[in-house]
């Protein structure tokens, strides 16, 4: 039975994103008693499935590494992995939070010496790579896990597979009679950091992401790229294999649409311009981009990096929203539309489109304690009458790494505020 | 399951003598097995189509439409009214939209009305005949009256535009609504899939730009040839009219040799119902479905 | 404190006693490693495992302990003992999962781990449990400078977790910019409608604020001191100085527009019914005030047409204007357009964009604009032509591609934001150094530029927060935007980075948070980010010291001054413990109780260098932990195997590496030392800004020392590595050792 | 330029967004639209040469103020009512709605060459329609043909009389409604004066003066 150590002074942040590391580590740095509690059987959330951060290009996992480290030098957090919180109870300053924890299979024995794994041969779909690849049904989600301890799929769980990974761990760590517990805490204030979703692709029917393999979003491309990625980190189309070296990018793939998402999810113009780098540095001359866009929205210093990949002489930009996507004869995706500066039809033949998905908030079609209040796009919202329970991140609203962590930041005050407000009255 | 009735809006096309009038022979069999009654709307006159913008205004238009409201309501009271061409059912539908959320239009046209000595309480439903069978009878229902399954026959599902958007049918998707497939793998036969199901067919350009217009039917009928299709099927009077009569001046203008069977689901039913070719009105296709002829022969 | 009993735990579990031999790395740890209590076990990271480490220090005094087993990174839940020095062989990742396991490879991974062993014994025994810095400050009030809607909000919200706040704010009343609005972009749904600017609420709010206190007319004259202990002097017009005690600061001192004067060819100073987003405000509040429409300044007559353009003197590639885009200007224009919708809906209103730029819900706010019947159009406008009472607007459709010209009685050029973010540092101290040659010129340039002072800090390296870019005072970082180069101090609002004000409200919340964090910590003695709690700090022999200041010029963090007899004066609270003064002192006076020039060195000295005829060369990586290291392991946690001939040492970052290290290695008899740090240059990546370019600096410099060694440059390799680097990482060490063994042995073998 | 052109062209002034607004069916909408260009990327005559404005481009010309341009535009003409720009607007405008708007007020301004076939398909068609209350298909394709004039009307004729012949055959036209004969409504006075009415009251809400017209 897990076991939490939790008071009307603690604060309880519900997901391990980055979003909800930074406001735990940043309350628990301050001196806060924190609970960390993350979905995935690992935390750094969406962040660390994406391969470069514009505007430097530099490495999400290097952030993580520090926030681990902070972490794990942190007596006062204590983290909860493949847990979701199923209800709330009470009010500002005392809440009885209840939360379920999947069984791991595997307990905190585990070295990530790998041996479970060697046994296992069954194979399921990899997560972590958006399902573009496989990995063994006894798993280490990512090298970069924390906690760094193997995973095993309710799947193989009382097969002879489950058997033979439990036979072959030598320290005890998996226990294959780990059942679903639920657990209640207390909990001061309690941040709400879930993150967002990709819009699914295949609603817009007219992009055919459900027809044609070669039409994939950008997250998806972010694994594409990463070497650590399905492909080893070579951009290759999915049909066959072939190098991707004409790609097209179509900007706001879902948002800015009455008929998808409303609002603006602000980081994937930014995004595709990033992505023309990994072509651009994978194919040289050869490796052509095309984005087509509406607005490109390259708020503050972005613009420098904008200006730079306007000035690359292999990236085009067509503005203009592509109608509708076909498919030529040798399964090469075709866009379809209206360059609308001076108005010029086209019909151009890519390798690969990338559609620059819009943020939906994660807990969308999620039920969620109502508790915590969202506003009409799903994006949660402060509640005044409940002040006690604040949003952090993407779970606000559409944003960069760097907002979302702005946001966190600033959510972890606010909770902070009510636990004092607590001690100050214990006292 | 109890006899459902309908105020029935043939349309002009779908008259006795008119370009549809083997879809009205079909729909009226069909309706026989499946135990609907329909009894047309008294004087029902035309909804203006979509082509008659330019001309009628905005006002005269709604009033055409607002003239059978009222005459349904009067002759029908409490029934739906079913359409069976898909302009009609957007044309009246339409109106009906815009007439209940503009109070103003709403009492212009009741002014025009009174000139016909009608008026207008609450406008009826306006339904298309797809509709009723999907959503009031159901595909198992639809299933149970199967006599003789289409077996082994290729089926090019053309849902064109009007019953498909803006409205469509619900719970379909603008870009690749599945009912029609449905209804074809309903009666047993197989739905091929192919890329211009939803495809425009130049609609009344046909008349006015035909060769814009037979560019486009020439893509349609195209792709669903190279799909294996061996008939198409439409539940639209201009879309069947369209694909259908131009093939021969398509093949001059393109030398392809097109001579492909252009069939209303009402036909596949009827017979797949155990209807005859003449019940089926296979007659009034001027391309000769030879295969369903047959068909119904045995 | 007690006298020091060390012991040494070797683990046989991942397969560590299968691939080597655990015996004789026990017999290594006792009769070299010199360690009082040996214990090899099966599962020492299990409870009963971490059950005999804890015995043994509660029950045999055992106050220094090195771990033979994983890596430092990983089950550091389990081998947590916060009482006593620990150190960990990295014997898992290290050694036997870089190793391939055959015979062949047997003997080598072998002396690999012995040395690993050598080398913890070594490092544990040169390190002291921090005691944490006693000279703290504990005063815990937060000093905000400038008044306006940031700081306001940073004051109220630090108050509300208890805190006491000093705001200081150089104007007669508070509101800066947000003051001057006649309304505000819409903060919540349906974000269809500008809101109240929100000025007065806050005010009022302060006001009632015990815990707030206010000065206005006021500059910051002066601050001292340190993180937990500053001391400001605020000079009030009235000529009163007052001195106030903070413990941390935070600069909100917004922005200003960019001054439309340079922008003739739009029109401005030509015309007066060309005016840039602050006169427009001026003209709606007046409007407002006198309960009449919008009236243009030429003759006062009210406007029944106006024309926007985005991004006037923004987005500008010649070089002559603003490069970057201010964020928030399409939104005010927006919200502008909207003054004069509501209150006449046929005044003609037209915003001219290239791209129009409202993320998030602005989305909302265009849209609900749009519906008020405002005109939006893609073109580029090439000037405004003053002509009497109107103005000509030319420009480029971009849609219709044409050139073509809107008539308008007002236009408004949204010329964006331009940080009061203080002199910039690099400049000013050039300038200084030409004044102190006695340049005339320089002097008057010095005085205009710490006139623009905020914070006139008493720091050896300047009197304000260094610039990122375009003169904002951004953090570099990505993950982590509040961090600045003075610990702290914390910038937030557009003086930080261009915002709206939704944003400003929640950076200037997270800023707050910062501040708490910073005091709470500066009381404790702890670390600030990236080494938050981190309780070593850097001690100096100043005995020992030549005065050569390379510390206090070094330290990326300003945090060294220098005392009146020009020794260095370190002040422990502002320290972020990277180490490179440690790094750049030549004659080694400084060092951290757990890290230090002897930890790293007497691991250097404790492999075992096998003579020049072994063929055995050995290479030393010095390997930056917050992403070399990591790389290292996770190439272990892939296998993918690298040459058994490296010994790798974790170091805190580039900059902390000291040049003994290096001279050690190549006179010790190692064949090559390979460095790991982060990426330097304008992306940097060090987690301490400037460390790792430091580090390199100095390393260019060794190289001469090689030359006059008569050793091959090639012994000394620097490499920039990243994280992800795990596969190719390898790949470059195998590299490099091939270089290294085609060199042939070091003369200094054995000598 | 009609008498009806003029004095729009007075009362507008220089302001034509506010007239199509004012005057065309849904031209509320045009101010709605931002550029993106899906609307005339998913319209199906797009690919074929020969219009001169796709619907996006008619609402800027209409908010850059361009009345001739727009009137005298064949883009509204091109419009096969297939409503894939309807439904695909990421605004939500009714783009194939807003196109008849336009198309049917520059028919009203007299623009548009009688010459163009499918405005003058739309005259036919209603004025047929409305003439029985029904459609007459025959009497509409014959005055289709014959809108070229006699000569033109044969040989279009001769061209189409395979089609025809089709047809008749699969008695799917009715040669005799040729001469009016075959379908009508009952009550067709009701039906012409309901629609006199609604002329009528048209004028009156678009503020239109027909009788100088």
């Known amino acids: 039975m897990t076991s939490v150590v939790a008071t009307n002074q603690t604060i309880l942040v519900v997901g391990g994103g980055i979003s909800g590391m930074t406001a735990a580590l940043e309350a628990a740095e301050t001196g806060k008693q924190v609970v960390l509690v993350e979905r995935n059987p690992y935390l750094g959330g969406r962040t660390i499935q994406l391969y470069k951060y514009f505007p430097k290009m530099c490495h999400p996992t290097c952030g993580l590494e520090i926030n681990l480290r902070r972490l794990k030098a942190n007596p006062r957090i204590q983290v909860l992995t493949m847990a979701e919180v199923s209800g709330i109870r009470g009010e500002r300053g005392s809440y009885s939070v209840s939360v379920k924890l999947k069984p791991r299979y595997v307990n905190e024995n585990c070295t990530a010496c790998g041996e479970c794994a060697k046994a296992v041969s069954t194979e399921i779909d990899d997560a972590f790579n958006y399902n573009l690849g496989k990995t063994k049904a006894a798993y280490l989600p990512n090298d970069y896990a924390y906690p760094q301890r193997y995973v095993i799929d309710s799947s193989i769980v009382g097969t002879a597979e489950g058997e033979a990974a439990k036979a072959a761990c030598k320290y005890g760590a998996i226990d294959l009679d780990m059942r679903e517990e639920e657990l209640t805490l207390n909990a001061g204030a309690i941040v709400w950091a879930t993150g967002w979703k990709p819009y699914e692709a295949e609603k817009i029917v007219y992009y055919g992401y459900d027809r044609f393999p070669n039409v994939i979003t950008n997250v998806e491309f972010e694994r594409l790229a990463d070497p650590h990625g399905p492909t080893g980190g070579r951009i290759l189309r999915p049909s066959d294999g072939k190098e991707a070296r004409n790609i097209a990018f179509i900007q706001c793939a879902g948002s800015r649409d009455e008929n998808h998402l409303r609002h603006c999810s602000r980081f994937c113009c930014m995004g595709s311009l990033k992505q023309t780098n990994y072509v651009q540095d994978q194919y040289g001359d050869a490796g052509k981009s095309t984005i087509y866009y509406i607005d490109i929205r390259a708020i503050d210093r972005f613009e420098d990096f904008y200006a730079k990949v306007k000035a690359n002489p292999n990236v085009k930009f067509v503005k203009s929203k592509v109608a509708r996507i076909t498919e030529d004869k040798d399964g090469n995706p075709v866009c379809n539309g209206v360059d609308i500066e001076g108005y010029h039809r086209y019909a151009n033949a890519h390798d690969l489109v990338v559609l620059a998905v819009g943020m939906e908030p994660e807990v969308n079609g999620v039920s969620i304690p109502a508790e915590v209040m969202s506003d009409s796009s799903g994006f949660i919202m402060a509640d005044p009458a409940n002040a006690g329970i604040f949003g952090a991140g993407c779970a606000t609203n559409a944003l960069d790494v760097n907002r979302a962590v702005q946001s966190a930041t600033a959510a972890a005050l606010r909770a902070i505020q009510v636990v004092n407000k607590v001690a100050r009255a214990e006292v | ?298 | 404190m007690a006298e020091m009993k060390t012991a040494a735990y070797i683990c046989k579990g991942c397969e560590i006693g299968n691939r080597v031999d655990v015996a004789s790395l026990v017999k290594v740890a006792t009769k070299e490693g010199k360690m009082a209590l040996v214990r090899e076990h099966d599962f020492l990271c299990s409870a009963e495992g971490v059950a005999l480490i804890n015995h043994d220090i509660d029950h045999e005094g055992v106050t220094h302990i090195a771990i033979g087993a994983c890596s430092r990174r990983a089950k550091t839940e389990a081998f947590n003992f916060p009482s006593v020095a620990m150190t960990r062989g990295n014997l898992r990742e290290g050694v036997i999962w870089i190793r391939p396991d055959t015979e062949e490879a047997r003997e080598t991974t072998q002396e690999m781990a012995e040395d690993y062993v050598r080398m913890m014994c070594a490092e544990v025994k040169a390190m002291k449990v921090p005691e944490g810095n006693q000279k703290t400050g504990t005063i815990k009030t937060v000093l905000v400078v400038g008044g306006g809607l940031s700081g306001m909000t940073s004051a109220l919200e630090a108050s509300k977790a208890g805190y006491k706040v000093v705001l200081v704010e150089k104007t007669g009343a508070l509101g800066g910019w947000a003051a001057k609005l006649h309304m505000r972009v819409p903060t919540r749904e349906p974000y269809t409608t500008p809101e109240d600017n929100g000025v007065a609420d806050l005010v009022a709010r302060i006001e009632a604020d015990a815990n707030i206190k206010v000065y206005l007319n006021a500059r910051i004259a002066k601050t001292s001191g340190a993180p937990g202990r500053f001391k400001a002097e605020i000079a009030v017009e009235s000529g009163v100085t007052a001195t106030e005690d903070v413990g941390a600061i935070i600069q909100a001192t917004g922005f200003s527009l960019y001054d439309a004067n340079k922008l003739p060819h739009l029109g401005y100073g030509k015309s007066p019914n060309v005016v840039d987003q602050a006169g427009l405000e001026a003209l709606a509040r007046e409007a407002a005030a006198a309960g009449l429409p919008i009236r243009r300044p030429s003759d006062g007559k009210e406007v029944k047409s106006v024309v926007f353009v985005q991004c006037a003197g923004q987005r500008d590639n010649t070089g002559e204007h603003l490069s970057y885009c201010s964020g928030y200007c399409c939104n005010a224009s927006i919200k502008q357009a909207t003054y004069f919708k509501d209150s006449n809906p046929d005044i003609d209103t037209v915003v001219l964009f290239t791209d129009l730029r409202t993320p998030g819900n602005g989305e909302d706010f265009y849209r609900a604009a749009q519906n008020r019947g405002v005109i939006f159009s893609k073109g580029v406008v090439s000037e405004v032509l003053a002509n009497g009472n109107t103005c000509t607007v030319k420009f480029k459709d971009l849609i219709l591609n044409e050139d073509t010209a809107a008539e308008a009685d007002l236009v408004v050029l949204a010329t964006g934001a331009v940080p009061n973010s203080g002199p910039e540092l690099d400049a000013l101290n050039e300038a200084v150094r030409l004044a102190e040659g006695g340049d005339e010129v320089a002097r008057t340039q010095v005085i205009q530029m710490m006139d623009k002072s905020v914070l006139n800090l008493q720091y050896r390296q300047g009197p304000d927060i260094p610039h990122f870019m375009h003169g904002f005072n951004d953090s570099h970082f990505i993950c982590f935007p509040y961090e600045t180069r003075r610990t702290g101090i914390y910038t937030t609002g557009p003086v930080r980075r261009p915002m709206d004000i939704a944003q400003a409200i929640e950076d200037a919340t997270g800023a707050a948070m910062k501040a708490i964090q910073a005091v709470e910590n500066a009381g404790l003695g702890k670390a600030a980010h990236p080494r938050a709690g981190d309780l070593s700090y850097p001690m100096v022999r100043l005995e020992g010291c030549t005065q050569c200041k390379r510390c206090t010029v070094e330290c990326p963090f300003g945090a060294i001054d220098e005392d009146e007899k020009r020794f260095p004066l370190f002040n422990e609270s502002r320290c972020r413990r990277c180490g490179t003064c440690m790094g750049a002192c030549p004659v080694r006076v400084i060092s951290f109780e757990n890290y230090s020039v002897n930890t790293v060195g007497a691991q250097i000295k404790a492999v075992d260098v096998p003579d020049e005829f072994s063929e055995k060369p050995r290479i030393l990586v010095l390997a930056c932990e917050n992403d070399a290291y990591p790389a290292l392991d996770m190439a272990g946690l892939n296998r993918n195997a690298y040459d058994p001939f490296v010994r790798v040492i974790p170091v805190r970052c580039l900059g902390s590496v000291n040049t003994i290290w290096i001279t050690d290695a190549l006179n010790g008899g190692y064949d090559g030392v390979m460095l790991m740090g982060c990426k330097s240059g304008e992306d940097y990546q060090c987690h301490f800004v400037k460390g790792s370019e430091l580090g390199r600096y100095r390393m260019s410099k060794v190289y001469d020392t090689l030359k006059s060694m008569n050793l091959e440059t090639e012994r000394l390799l620097d490499v920039e590595v990243a994280i992800t680097d795990i596969a190719t990482l390898p790949a470059r060490i195998n590299t490099y050792a091939e270089q290294v063994k085609a060199m042939g042995p070091s003369p200094f073998k054995g000598l | 330029m009609s008498d009806l052109n003029q004095q729009m062209a007075e009362r507008y002034k220089n302001n034509f967004l506010k007239e199509i607004e004012e005057q065309a069916e849904m031209g509320e909408w045009v101010k709605m639209c931002m550029q993106c260009g899906l609307c005339s990327g998913s319209c199906p005559t797009h690919f074929h040469s020969g219009w001169d404005h796709p619907p996006q481009e008619i609402f800027m010309l209409i908010r850059a103020g361009k009345r001739e341009e727009v009137l005298n535009s064949n883009g509204m003409y091109m419009c096969t009512s297939c409503y894939n720009c309807y439904v695909r607007c990421p605004r939500k405008v009714p783009v194939t709605h807003v196109m008849h708007g336009i198309a049917e007020y520059a028919y009203k301004m007299g623009r548009a060459a009688k010459a163009q076939p499918t405005m003058h398909l739309s005259k036919v068609f209603w004025t047929n329609a409305t003439k029985y209350g029904r459609v007459n298909e025959v009497q509409l394709t014959q005055s289709l043909y014959f809108k070229d004039g006699l000569a033109a009307g044969i040989k279009k004729g001769l061209e189409m009389k395979d089609v025809a012949l089709g047809l008749v055959k699969a008695k799917r036209l009715n040669p005799l409604e040729a001469l009016g004969i075959g379908h009508k409504c009952k009550d067709l006075d009701g039906i012409h004066r309901m629609l006199a009415k609604a002329y009528e009251l048209e004028a009156q809400r678009k503020g239109r003066d027909t009788s100088k017209a």
Request: proline content about 4%.
């Open chain 2, 1 to 298: 399951m109890a006899r459902k009735e309908y105020a029935f809006y043939p349309g002009c096309s779908s008259q006795m003598g008119a370009s549809a009038s083997n879809y009205l022979v079909s729909v009226e069999s069909m309706c026989r097995h499946l135990d609907i009654k329909l009894t047309e709307i008294p004087d029902w006159n035309c909804c203006g189509a979509s082509i008659s913008y330019a001309e009628s205004g905005e006002l005269p238009r709604h009033v055409m439409n607002a003239r059978n409201f009222a005459l349904s309501e009067t002759n029908l009271p409490g029934q739906d009214i079913v359409a069976t061409c898909a302009a009609c059912w957007l044309g009246a539908r339409e109106s009906k939209e815009r007439l209940e959320n503009s109070d103003r239009l709403m009492a212009d046209t009741q002014t025009a009305l009174k000139e016909a000595g009608l008026s207008i309480k609450a406008i009826p439903e306006i339904r298309h005949m797809a509709e009723v069978l999907i959503e009031d009878l159901g595909y198992a229902e639809l299933q149970r009256h199967v006599k003789k399954p289409l077996e082994g026959m290729k089926f090019a599902g053309y849902v064109g535009c009007q019953t498909n958007r803006p409205f469509g049918i619900a719970g379909e998707s603008f870009e690749n609504p599945m009912y029609l497939d449905k209804l074809i793998e309903t009666v047993g036969g197989e739905a091929v899939p192919y890329d211009q199901k939803v495809t425009c067919c130049g609609g009344a350009l046909a008349f006015s730009e035909p060769e814009k217009s037979q560019a486009q039917i020439k893509d349609i009928i195209e792709s669903a040839y190279d799909n294996g299709a061996e008939m198409i099927v439409t539940p639209c009077p201009l879309c069947q009219a369209n694909v259908e009569v131009y093939q021969g001046q398509i093949n001059k203008r393109y030398g392809t040799k097109f001579d492909i069977p252009v069939l209303y689901y009402s036909q596949l039913m009827t017979l797949a119902y155990g209807g005859t070719a003449k019940d089926a009105g296979l007659n009034g296709n001027v391309v000769r479905a030879r295969k369903l002829e047959e068909f119904a022969a045995k």
